[in-house]
């Protein structure tokens, strides 16, 4: 079975960095992508980023582009989230999804990613 699994978070210092990971497992083929969303308290859930596993493509939300950088190590069955110069308005729960919709490429929805891990805790405050 599928499993997914978002570990990383926690508290963070204005302008600081944080990595989290995405542990995956149950994949036996590579038609799938890797999602990173997050969900501020009172907001939707957002897209951040995502990344295909048979090229390595990738996507970030047009606001983050230059501060998150998605990256998998398929030996170790990991997507990584590196995010640099946080900010408070980053604070959220942070999750990773899969999808196997790659026709719809790039993944920006919610409702085509059918496999969620539980979230992980992002603050950012002094």
């Known amino acids: 079975d599928v499993q997914l699994q978002a570990s990383g978070g926690g508290l963070v210092k204005p302008g600081g960095s944080l990595r989290l990971s995405c542990a995956k497992s149950g994949f036996t083929r590579d038609n799938y992508a890797i999602g990173w969303f997050r969900q501020a308290p009172g907001k939707e859930r957002e897209v951040v980023s995502c990344?295909?596993?048979?090229?390595?493509?990738?996507y970030y939300a047009d606001s983050l582009k230059g501060r998150f950088t998605i990256s998998s190590d398929n030996a170790k069955n990991t997507v990584y989230l590196q995010m640099n110069s946080l900010k408070p308005e980053d604070t959220a729960v942070f999750y990773c999804?899969?999808?196997?919709?790659?026709?719809?490429?790039?993944?920006?929805?919610?409702?085509?990613?059918?496999?969620w891990g539980q979230g992980t805790q992002v603050t950012v405050s002094s």
């Open positions: 999804a899969a999808s196997l919709s790659l026709d719809s490429w790039p993944l920006l929805w919610e409702y085509v990613y059918t496999y």
């Open positions: 990344i295909r596993r048979s090229d390595g493509t990738t």
